[in-house]
C-alpha cells in the first residue's frame, strides 16, 4: 500500500471515532477549548471527533457541530501532534450574533455525508490501484506517496514502467480495478497490535511503524493490507467505477493518475 502519515492511534486527547466505525457521520463529544488563532480562524476542539482531519493525502471533512441555539460550520479539520482542530465559524457571526460553546459543554457532531463519501470512495481507489499494480505485473514497483484529493488523484510508486509499455498497462490497470470493483470486497479497518498487523500486511511493516505501537489496518477483501489513518468504503464494489486517466514516468518514480465517477 501507499505510504501515508504514521496511522498509529494519537497519543494526544481527540479520540477518532472513525478509527473503528467509518460510517459513523454523528457522534456527541464535550468541548475542551475554542479560541481565536492567528488570521482569525475559530478552532473548536473537542474530546473525540468523527471529523477526518486533512493528511494521508486525504481531504478533511466538513459539516457541523452544534449545542442549544449554536451551530458551529465546520470548514476545515487538522491535527497537531494527536490534537484535532475543527476550524470554522458560528453561524450568524456576520452579523453579530453568533453564540458559542462553553468548555466542558457537549455538543453534537454531523459530518457532510456527501463529502465523506466521496472522499472515501477515492481514496479507496488508490489502495485499490495498489493490488492492481501487483495484480498486472508490475512487481518491480514499490508504493510511495498517495494523493487522494479530487482536483487531481494520483499514486506514485518507485520503479518506472518502459515507455512502450505504458499504454498498455493503463488499459491492464482499469481493466483489473474494475474487475475487483464488479466482484466486490468486504474493506477491513482496525487498530491492532503491530505483530498481528504485520501478519495482515503479508509479514512486515514499513519501517516508519514503531514497534511498541498499535496500526490500523486497512485490508481490502483477501489482499494484504497496509496501515492507513484514512476513511474508507465498507465495500470495494462502492467504489463503483475507475478510470486510470494517465501515466506519467519520471526520474525514476511512475505516477498513475485516476478519478472516479461522481
Same mark, same amino acid.
Given at each position: 500500500?501507499?505510504?501515508?502519515?504514521?496511522?498509529?492511534? !494519537?497519543?494526544?486527547?481527540?479520540?477518532?471515532?472513525?478509527?473503528?466505525?467509518?460510517?459513523?457521520?454523528?457522534?456527541?463529544?464535550?468541548?475542551?477549548?475554542?479560541?481565536?488563532?492567528?488570521?482569525?480562524?475559530?478552532?473548536?476542539?473537542?474530546?473525540?471527533?468523527?471529523?477526518?482531519?486533512?493528511?494521508?493525502?486525504?481531504?478533511?471533512?466538513?459539516?457541523?457541530?452544534?449545542?442549544?441555539?449554536?451551530?458551529?460550520?465546520?470548514?476545515?479539520?487538522?491535527?497537531?501532534?494527536?490534537?484535532?482542530?475543527?476550524?470554522?465559524?458560528?453561524?450568524?457571526?456576520?452579523?453579530?450574533?453568533?453564540?458559542?460553546?462553553?468548555?466542558?459543554?457537549?455538543?453534537?457532531?454531523?459530518?457532510?455525508?456527501?463529502?465523506?463519501?466521496?472522499?472515501?470512495?477515492?481514496?479507496?481507489?488508490?489502495?485499490?490501484?495498489?493490488?492492481?499494480?501487483?495484480?498486472?505485473?508490475?512487481?518491480?514497483?514499490?508504493?510511495?506517496?498517495?494523493?487522494?484529493?479530487?482536483?487531481?488523484?494520483?499514486?506514485?510508486?518507485?520503479?518506472?514502467?518502459?515507455?512502450?509499455?505504458?499504454?498498455?498497462?493503463?488499459?491492464?490497470?482499469?481493466?483489473?480495478?474494475?474487475?475487483?470493483?464488479?466482484?466486490?470486497?468486504?474493506?477491513?479497518?482496525?487498530?491492532? !497490535?503491530?505483530?498481528?498487523?504485520?501478519?495482515?500486511?503479508?509479514?512486515?511493516?514499513?519501517?516508519?511503524?514503531?514497534?511498541?505501537?498499535?496500526?490500523?489496518?486497512?485490508?481490502?477483501?483477501?489482499? !494484504?493490507?497496509?496501515?492507513?489513518?484514512?476513511?474508507?468504503?465498507?465495500?470495494?464494489?462502492?467504489?463503483?467505477?475507475?478510470?486510470?486517466?494517465?501515466?506519467?514516468?519520471?526520474?525514476?518514480?511512475?505516477?498513475?493518475?485516476?478519478?472516479?465517477?461522481?
Amino acid at each position: 500500500m501507499a505510504q501515508e502519515a504514521a496511522p498509529a492511534r !494519537p497519543a494526544g486527547p481527540t479520540r477518532l471515532v472513525y478509527f473503528d466505525d467509518m460510517g459513523a457521520l454523528r457522534y456527541s463529544a464535550t468541548v475542551l477549548s475554542v479560541h481565536l488563532e492567528d488570521g482569525g480562524r475559530v478552532a473548536v476542539v473537542l474530546d473525540a471527533t468523527v471529523f477526518h482531519p486533512q493528511g494521508g493525502g486525504q481531504p478533511a471533512d466538513t459539516g457541523v457541530i452544534s449545542a442549544g441555539g449554536a451551530r458551529f460550520l465546520v470548514e476545515d479539520v487538522r491535527a497537531k501532534d494527536g490534537v484535532v482542530f475543527h476550524y470554522g465559524r458560528f453561524e450568524g457571526t456576520e452579523q453579530g450574533c453568533g453564540i458559542g460553546f462553553k468548555e466542558e459543554e457537549t455538543v453534537s457532531l454531523e459530518v457532510d455525508a456527501e463529502r465523506r463519501s466521496f472522499n472515501s470512495r477515492l481514496h479507496s481507489a488508490g489502495h485499490l490501484l495498489d493490488i492492481c499494480v501487483h495484480n498486472v505485473g508490475l512487481f518491480h514497483l514499490q508504493p510511495g506517496k498517495g494523493y487522494h484529493f479530487p482536483d487531481g488523484a494520483f499514486v506514485e510508486y518507485k520503479g518506472v514502467i518502459p515507455p512502450d509499455q505504458i499504454q498498455v498497462k493503463k488499459n491492464e490497470l482499469e481493466r483489473e480495478a474494475n474487475r475487483l470493483i464488479s466482484e466486490g470486497a468486504k474493506v477491513l479497518a482496525s487498530v491492532f !497490535p503491530y505483530e498481528e498487523a504485520a501478519i495482515l500486511c503479508g509479514g512486515s511493516l514499513p519501517s516508519y511503524i514503531s514497534k511498541d505501537s498499535t496500526p490500523r489496518i486497512v485490508k481490502f477483501g483477501d489482499n !494484504p493490507g497496509g496501515p492507513c489513518g484514512g476513511t474508507h468504503v465498507a465495500d470495494i464494489s462502492i467504489i463503483n467505477s475507475l478510470k486510470v486517466t494517465n501515466i506519467r514516468v519520471k526520474k525514476g518514480l511512475t505516477k498513475v493518475s485516476y478519478s472516479i465517477s461522481p
